[in-house]
Every structure is written in structure tokens, then in C-alpha cells.
């Protein structure tokens, strides 16, 4: 048997039974052999495609454990105008284009993604009479974490909430001193009732493309499988265009969201190896740049304050109880589904593991996660590790606000802020993430801040949370793929795999560590196939 394809170079193939391998050959999309070049060699024939990729690194398609590919793809597509700080990063030009776009589309309204106003400085502070004078047609400024939204009256009308509407539970509305709406909407049950009714209609004529794109922006950072950790049921259809037109050409691992995953449309595992629904998703607290991180260390600087509206000392609630927690997932954990949960805080840690401990202590292989964890204490990783929990790690924490964490909760909090080292130290397999839109897919930018913790401005946060590279390499490739349970056709170049595979543009393991961040993907592969070459 000749195979199709024979890669030869320095692989990594996160595969402990063979590390380092010199040649890889793929036939019928599968990885069937991996070892010494002279090996290999002998399943090359006339036919075989031969790529030679000299000394640069080949790694597994880079595993992305926690995005939200399908939000990412159609809040990008251009109906929803970007201003987030990677792309506005100062105030000035941010409120320069919400008056543009306000005038430009007047009576439809206009929806903005991206506002930060710690990462975009001169920003005001967001009141109802703000909004209300900035248009009178509808005007919706989801902020960059996802966890606020502000809209004025016009778009409350049109998304159809009474004006003394009740909090849904695990969210709830700011509101004036009489009770009313004040134009916010905080956590997912609550954000949603805005955002689900008045963004979809203007999103949905365009998916497919959305998709494709969004398939491009993942292939070119080395993303071969993705997820959706907010995936809502409603949208289904629309996602089943998107694989009926050929247009998912990254795997993707579905996690529905609580309230939708309660309609009981699907049972657990359903798809296949392209897209499979595997978990749901709930969240225990907020956002550290929101002002809504429950953690039992306060906000402190008066600067930061002021600029998320709250006042110094503030602590934010969970967004549940343990038992309101427990009772909300307990019956997806005896469906057999797998469970997400965003827990910034430690409070918020210890509620979730609390929650869930009786619900998962006689479950085998339950894989439960918690989500980004920047104020967990080492002592509760070890919990999780010895309960069966896994850590997902927003490495962003660091580079992009990094800059902010001392201001916001002081020095002691910044050391040991997104505490990556302590996740590992306590067994558990971590893995690394980007929670696209919030932050652009990057996992080499993961790699090189867990590496370096080092922040967009150069400064060193937290040292001691480094951990060495191949920890790294292997929380975006194969741990990352056991965490979304496909560890069994993807995340090392193993022979029955899927040939899913990223060329980088160097040695990575030679590279200094300040330089690691400027690795560049040159090409990716799924099956086999380019999906991405920046040399074409």
C-alpha cells in the first residue's frame, strides 16, 4: 500500500509513546504511520505527495477547547460592527464609529461587539441617559466579555421586554431607583433576551459565509477543531446549513447552553467526527472586566472602579446558589452529558465544585470543566483534580488586561492571577483557550504568554505561574482533545488518527521564549488536506 501523502521534518507528535518523529505517511485522510524517515519511506509511491518541511515544527492541528466558533462567526460577519480593542483600541475611535454607524443605518438600529473600557481608555460610563441620547432607533453595545449588554428604550421595545420585567434566574437587569430598566442586561439568561431576539434576524441571511470565515480566521492559527461553548438549540438550522453547504471545514465540539439544552432536542453524542454535541454549558459567575468575578478579594482601585461603575470594595454575588446550581444541571448530568462551567472567581469555583460533587462522585469519566479559573486558589485545583474536574485556561487574562490586574485587586491577586502552574501542579490535565470573539483565536499567543507571562506591554505577571513549553504544546493539542472527547481521532499524529496537522515556521523547541510569540502557522491540514498555506 503507497500512502497519499508523506510528511518528512521534526514532528512533535504529542504522542508520549513516540515524541519526536522524522516522517509521517497519511493515506484516506488517516495518519498510518509515524516513525524514523527510512521507515516511512517505504510506503511512498509514484503518486505520493511529498512535503519536506525542513527543520520547522509539525504539530497536531491545534486544539481551541473553549470558543464560540458559532458566535464568533456570525457577530464578526458585518451586521454586528466590531469595536472590540483589538480592533478600536482607544475610546475616541470606538464612540467615532457608533455615530457613524448610527447615522449610516438609522431606522434599522445599530449593534455593536466589543466594548471594554478598560482595555479602550476615554470610554464613558454607560447610563440610560447615554444610550437614550446617542439615537432614538435602536442601539445595542454588547460588551467585549459577553456578560453585560446595554440597549436603549428603542431596541427594549423592539425586543419586547416590559419596562419591569423580572430577572430570569442566573441573570438579572440593572434598573433606576423606581424599578425601571437602566439600559443593561448582565449574565448569559438575562443578555440573551436581548441579544438572541434582536441580533438573529439580521445575522441569519449570511451564516454560511459567516462560517467559512470564521473556518479561515482558525485554519490560519492552526485550529483544526474548535467548539461552541454557548451553542443555542434555536440555532440549529442554521448550523446544519453551514454543514450541508460544505462550509465547516474545522471540527466543532457543541456545548448548549443550560436554558436551551433543557428543551431536550438531542441526546448526548449526537453528530459525528466533523460536529458532534457532546456538553452544556452553564455560568457561576461573571466577567473580572465587567465588574462581576465573585471572589472573595474585592475590587480596589478607585480608576478601575470608575470605570466598570462600581464602587471600591465591591464583591459580586455568584449568579446562583449551590443547590439552584445543582438542581439546574443535575438532570443533563444523569443524561450522561458533559458539564462546562465559567468560574472566574474562587467563590465562584467553590460553588460549582460544591454543586456538583454529589452529582458527579459515581459518575465514570464525567470530564467535567471549569472555565478560565483566574481566581482560583491552588487548593481548589487540587479538589477539582481529585473530584475528576478539569481546568480550561484563558491565558488572554494575562496578556491582554495583565496590565490591569494589580489595579484592580492588587499585588498579591496579580501574582498568582490565571494561576496556569498551580492548575498543572495538581494532576489534572489543563488545557489552553482564547473564548473567541473576546480575544482572537491565537493558541500560539496562548502558548507564549503560559510560557513567558508576559503581557502586551512586556511586563512580567506572575512568574511563578510559568510552565514549560511542551506543558504548553500539549494543553492545545492532545489534552485539549481528550478535555472535548475526541482524543480518539485527533490531538497527537498517531497512526489511525485523523491527519490533522500545522506547520509552524520554525523550531519551536529551539526558540527563545520572548520569541515565541512571533511563530507563525505557514500552513494546516485537515485530512490531509491544505486548508490553509501562507505561501499560496
Known amino acids: 500500500m503507497h500512502c ?5 521534518g521534526r514532528l512533535l507528535t504529542m504522542d508520549e509513546t513516540r515524541p519526536v518523529a522524522a516522517a509521517m505517511a497519511v493515506s484516506g485522510g488517516r ?4 516513525g524514523d524517515l527510512a521507515d516511512v519511506e517505504e510506503l511512498r509511491g509514484p503518486g505520493t505527495e511529498v512535503l519536506d518541511t525542513g527543520r520547522r515544527t509539525v504539530l497536531p492541528g491545534f486544539v481551541e477547547p473553549h470558543n464560540h466558533f458559532f458566535n464568533d462567526a456570525v457577530m464578526l460577519s ?7 480593542p483589538v480592533t478600536l483600541p482607544t475610546g475616541d475611535l470606538v464612540l467615532a464609529r457608533i455615530e457613524e454607524e448610527i447615522a449610516r443605518r438609522g431606522a434599522a438600529g445599530a449593534y455593536f461587539i466589543g466594548w471594554d473600557a478598560l482595555l479602550q481608555p476615554g470610554l464613558p460610563a454607560v447610563t440610560r441617559d447615554w444610550l437614550e441620547t446617542r439615537s432614538p432607533h435602536p ?10 449588554v446595554y440597549f436603549n428604550d428603542a431596541a427594549r421595545r423592539l425586543a419586547r421586554l416590559p419596562d419591569d420585567i423580572a430577572d430570569p434566574v442566573g441573570g438579572h437587569f440593572g434598573r433606576t431607583p423606581d424599578g425601571r430598566l437602566d439600559g443593561r442586561a448582565f449574565e448569559t439568561p438575562a443578555v440573551e433576551m436581548i441579544t438572541y431576539t434582536l441580533f438573529e434576524p439580521v445575522l441569519s441571511a449570511g451564516v454560511v459565509a459567516a462560517a467559512r470565515s470564521a473556518c479561515g480566521r482558525a485554519a490560519a492559527a492552526g485550529v483544526t477543531t474548535t467548539t461552541e461553548l454557548s451553542f443555542d438549540g434555536r440555532t440549529r438550522d442554521r448550523l446544519q446549513a453551514v454543514i450541508d453547504a460544505g462550509a465547516l471545514t474545522t471540527r466543532l465540539r457543541l456545548y448548549e447552553t443550560a436554558r436551551s439544552a433543557a428543551e431536550g432536542t438531542v441526546a448526548p453524542g449526537t453528530g459525528d467526527d466533523l460536529c458532534r454535541q457532546i456538553g452544556v454549558k452553564v455560568w457561576a459567575d461573571g466577567s473580572p472586566w465587567s465588574g462581576n468575578i465573585a471572589a472573595s478579594f474585592p475590587y480596589l482601585g478607585s480608576r478601575i472602579c470608575d470605570l466598570l461603575g462600581i464602587e471600591p470594595g465591591h464583591r459580586a454575588a455568584p449568579n446562583y446558589e449551590a443547590e439552584e446550581l445543582r438542581e439546574l444541571v443535575g438532570q443533563f448530568v444523569r443524561d450522561g452529558w458533559q458539564l462546562a462551567c465559567h ?16 452529582l458527579i462522585a459515581d ?27 478539569t481546568c480550561s485556561m484563558f491565558p488572554g487574562h494575562v496578556r491582554y488586561w495583565g496590565d490591569q490586574v494589580e489595579d484592580a485587586f492588587g499585588d498579591e491577586v496579580a501574582e498568582r492571577w490565571a494561576p496556569i502552574a498551580d492548575a498543572c501542579a495538581s494532576g489534572m490535565r489543563v488545557t489552553l483557550h482564547n473564548d473567541s470573539p473576546v480575544t482572537p483565536v491565537s493558541p500560539i499567543g496562548n502558548i507564549a504568554t503560559a510560557v513567558s507571562r508576559r503581557t502586551r506591554s512586556g511586563r512580567l505577571l506572575g512568574p511563578g505561574q510559568s510552565i514549560p513549553l511542551h506543558t504548553a504544546l500539549r494543553a492545545h493539542t492532545v489534552d485539549a482533545a481528550w478535555q472535548v472527547r475526541a482524543e480518539d481521532v485527533v490531538g497527537s499524529l498517531t497512526p489511525g488518527k485523523y491527519a490533522d496537522f500545522a506547520v509552524l515556521d520554525r523550531d519551536i523547541e529551539e526558540t527563545a521564549v520572548e520569541e515565541i510569540v512571533e511563530t507563525t502557522v505557514i500552513a494546516t491540514f485537515l485530512e490531509g488536506a491544505v486548508i490553509h498555506d501562507r505561501t499560496a
Request: glycine content about 8%.
Open 4 to 8: 497519499d501523502l508523506m510528511v518528512k
Open 31 to 34: 495518519i498510518v504511520a509515524v
Open 78 to 84: 458585518g451586521p454586528l460592527v466590531d469595536i472590540r
Open 139 to 148: 442601539l445595542v453595545i454588547l460588551h467585549n466579555s459577553g456578560h453585560i
Open 343 to 358: 468560574a472566574n472567581g474562587d467563590v465562584a469555583a467553590d460553588l460549582a465544585l460544591t454543586a456538583f460533587e454529589p
Open 363 to 389: 459518575v465514570t469519566d464525567h470530564r467535567t470543566r471549569l472555565e478560565h479559573c483566574s481566581g482560583m486558589r491552588a487548593d481548589q485545583f487540587r479538589r477539582a483534580h481529585a473530584l475528576g474536574v
